[in-house]
């Protein structure tokens, strides 16, 4: 059995005989020497990850200003910061946009404007209090005017996260990116191999008070992040580092079209091998680790897993995705995460780092529920109507018109011979069909593009369809496209109406 | 070169690109092509010297035709070469090296612009 201790690898750190490696090195040095020779011969290994956590921000202090203000709502270039905490500190979180600019520029771009040194327009105001006077304030200040800008992140650093896909007959836009209609791409984020926490998956290393690199500079862990859910293997980090010391080489603003801003955060962790246990789990390979395919065509925190795919299969550029061979995209950057676990490399054989043990150990039973919710929200199938007429996609222009009249429906399902939705006919198509004088069959006029729900659907979701695709109903049909009700604009103001 | 004709649905169903090669004798050549009820697009790669009369012909009959002489740019600066686009590129613009650096084909590049949405670094651009 090998033993070592955090204070024998110190000391090799400090004398320059330390041998550190990337997680990535160790799995062949492990396969080569066994874990037993891999725990004798290697001390540290590195591991490093670059991708959107969005749940990142910034602790700021500005110093009190003459007269004082005690600042309760707050605007960093127009972004708004939590300020709900004192006088002059805010917290201004990645995801915030930005008033003016929308989703383009958020807290996350102000935080890398910071790093860069730029200059960062500041609005603050309060309702003026004896000790604390002033109103407003409008000052400019950059990153070196501030007392403190301490990056403090909830939650970074997942584990693993889940593959994304779309299985809809549109495009989403989503924090995995765009997905394209009908499964035509798969996203993921993680670094496989080099992933922090995977390459200590109990946790024996990494806790309270470790020592890593966060954003370019040394940084700690707080603690377990929030989600923590390590019972299904998602752990989460809390993580905080000192901004001016950062670099934006590792700290970067992005947004995701149609989802908002995000924080590209570049953190690793050096992981002391004690013992060869430690040793066998850094040897992890993107083969080990699996994940769900999740399809972010379904509006639900419920998403259905499609398959099982490990990072190796998500990393050699496709999957099969039912039958049919899928491009993936990875939204965060291997190369980058390698730069990383190399830069730490570097850094602790160059006695600049050292390595440290938790004063406190994470959970690793524990797992995330979802939100209580105190009131139920009604279903789709709660306020549907049930009595819908529908039209076949073979019936004439007339029997169309003629069923409108009747039955006093402004839009009718179409349905094919076996009775599967294949589109929806309106009223407005039966005007544009008589502008135009063709009188041709149902089938040709309708729209076949059309936006569905089910029974079990919740009305936000439905009225979310509605308003995004700027459509006034949708049929509701059951897992077999046959069509068992419609739900209109109309019905969902009147439930709104009876709420109020 | 490198062309791509926009055509309207309204032609849609008009065989206008046969018209256009039997009367110009020009050696289309198509290498993409997309249609929905909305328009219809294709990419076709054609002699130079012959590029002049088949636009000529295209456009008189309602379609739209532009050259893609200005392919996809990209600023390394802010490009973290994470690999985004390369699943939504229909062409292959994008791929990942061995050492995992982002590499770009600009010649295969169609100008559709699916990859500018997708970028969350703003790193890529159309058009300069």
């Known amino acids: 059995m090998v033993k070592k201790t955090i204070h024998e690898i110190n000391g090799r750190i400090r004398d320059g005989s330390v041998n550190v490696v990337t997680a990535e090195e160790m799995v062949d040095i492990v396969g080569e020497l066994g874990a037993e020779g891999a725990a004798k011969e290697v001390d540290v290994v590195t591991t490093g990850t670059f991708g959107a956590m969005c749940s990142s921000g910034v602790w700021l202090n500005f110093g009190h200003s003459e007269p004082p203000i005690r600042i309760s709502k707050l605007w960093l270039n127009d972004v708004e910061a939590y300020s709900g905490v004192a006088a002059v500190d805010a917290y201004i979180g990645a995801t915030q946009a930005s008033r003016s600019k929308g989703m383009e520029y958020g807290g996350a771009h102000v935080i890398e404007d910071l790093i860069r040194g730029r200059s960062i327009d500041v609005h603050g105001t309060s309702p003026g209090t004896d000790c604390y006077p002033r109103k407003v304030i409008d000052t400019t200040i950059n990153i070196y005017d501030l007392n403190q800008a301490i990056m403090l992140n909830p939650r970074n650093a997942y584990q693993k996260y889940n593959a994304a896909t779309n299985s809809t007959n549109h495009t989403l836009n989503t924090y995995m990116g765009t997905l394209l209609p009908n499964h035509g791409n798969v996203t993921y984020s993680g670094a496989g191999v080099l992933s922090p926490m995977h390459n200590d998956p109990n946790y024996e290393t990494i806790g309270t008070g470790t020592r890593i690199f966060l954003g370019g500079a040394q940084g700690y862990i707080v603690g377990e992040g929030t989600q923590h859910s390590p019972e299904s293997g998602f752990g989460t980090l809390m993580l905080k580092g000192d901004l001016k010391e950062m670099s934006s080489e590792y700290i970067r603003a992005a947004s995701f079209e149609g989802y908002g801003t995000s924080l590209y955060v570049g953190m690793g962790i050096p992981i002391p091998v004690l013992n060869e246990d430690i040793a066998k789990a850094t040897a992890v390979t993107d083969d080990d680790i699996v994940t769900n395919l999740l399809d972010y065509g379904i509006p639900s925190s419920d998403r259905p897993a499609i398959r099982t795919v490990t990072y190796g299969e998500l990393r050699s550029g496709s999957i099969d995705v039912n039958g049919k061979e899928v491009t993936t995209s990875s939204l965060s950057s291997f190369k980058k995460s390698r730069q990383i676990a190399n830069e730490l490399k570097d850094w602790i054989k160059g006695g600049e780092f050292f390595v440290s043990m938790p004063v406190e150990r994470l959970s690793r039973d524990t797992a995330c529920n979802s939100m209580k919710l105190s009131s139920v929200n009604p279903l789709v199938g709660d306020i549907m109507t049930s009595d819908v007429s529908i039209i076949q996609a073979e019936a004439s222009f007339n029997d169309a018109a003629k069923t409108i009249m009747d039955k006093q429906f402004s839009h009718l399902p179409v349905v094919d011979k076996d009775n599967s939705l294949v589109g929806i006919l309106t009223a407005w198509d039966i005007s544009k069909a008589v502008a135009k004088a063709e009188y041709d069959l149902v089938k040709d006029i309708m729209t076949k593009d059309v936006v569905t729900t089910s029974p079990d659907e919740a009305i936000d979701i439905a009225a979310f369809k509605l308003d995004s695709n700027n459509v006034s109903a949708l049929p509701v049909i059951d897992s077999k496209k046959k069509v068992v009700g419609i739900i209109t604009s109309d019905d969902i103001s009147k439930l709104l109406a009876r709420r109020q | ?128």
């Open chain 2, 1 to 128: 070169m490198k062309i791509k004709i926009s055509i309207e649905s309204s032609i849609v169903t008009k065989p206008i690109l046969a018209e256009a090669i039997v009367e110009t004798g020009a050696l289309l050549n198509i290498s993409q092509a997309h249609f929905d009820n909305t328009h219809g697009e294709v990419v076709a790669d054609i002699p130079s010297e012959q590029f002049g009369k088949i636009r000529d012909s295209l456009v008189k009959k309602g379609a739209e035709v532009v050259v893609l002489d200005t392919p996809i740019s990209r600023d390394e600066e802010e490009c973290v070469e994470c690999g985004a686009c390369v699943s939504v590129c229909p062409v292959g613009v994008f791929s990942l090296a061995d050492d995992w650096s982002l590499e770009v084909d600009p010649d295969k590049c169609i100008q559709c612009g699916a990859c500018l949405t997708m970028c969350p670094h703003n790193a890529l651009f159309l058009g300069q």
